[in-house]
């Protein structure tokens, strides 16, 4: 088993009680991962999740689901996989399985940048997701076991500001 952890967390703590969850089985192909993003979305709206916090998750999983159809799963459109949240009132979960390929070495690629000091010419084209995906986030893990991918994502809520009394 691998994990990769930030914060020096235990990668997969207990989830906590859940004021609001889902669970939904995607299709791995293009069409699949919008409708996946657009009922994920929709689901936090409604369970009230901050509009600047859904703004940032819809950026992560629009960069975890890609990689998912594009990388995991290759081509293979008829495969599936899992995305699960967990909202409580201080932070939201992620998870996301699938049956895909794992990650390189077993491993989140490294929070590296790619180097842009060259010609525009020559600039990449891709290798800016994880760096944004570890940036958006609070806390990431993965494990692949038993032939599945696991990866966890949270997003710590900001707790709102008490009333000034002085107002």
């Known amino acids: 088993m691998t994990h990769s952890r930030l914060n020096g967390a235990d990668p997969h703590p207990p989830l906590r009680p859940a004021a609001h969850s889902g669970t939904g089985r995607i299709s791995a192909n293009t069409g699949g991962a919008r409708s996946a993003i657009r009922a994920t979305m929709q689901r936090l709206a409604g369970a009230g999740l901050a509009p600047e916090t859904r703004e940032n998750v819809q950026i992560v999983l629009a960069e975890v689901i890609n990689n998912i159809v ?98």
């Open 70 to 167: 594009e990388h995991a799963f290759a081509g293979n459109t008829a495969a599936t996989f899992v995305i699960e949240f967990h909202l409580s009132p201080d932070q939201l979960q992620l998870t996301l399985t699938d049956r895909g390929r794992s990650f390189p070495a077993g491993r989140l690629p490294p929070p590296r940048v790619p180097d842009l000091s060259g010609p525009r010419a020559t600039m990449p084209e891709g290798g800016f997701g994880w760096p944004l995906i570890r940036m958006l986030t609070s806390r990431l893990a993965y494990r692949r076991e038993n032939g599945q991918n696991r990866l966890d994502l949270w997003f710590d809520l900001a707790t709102p500001a008490a009333p000034d009394p002085a107002n």
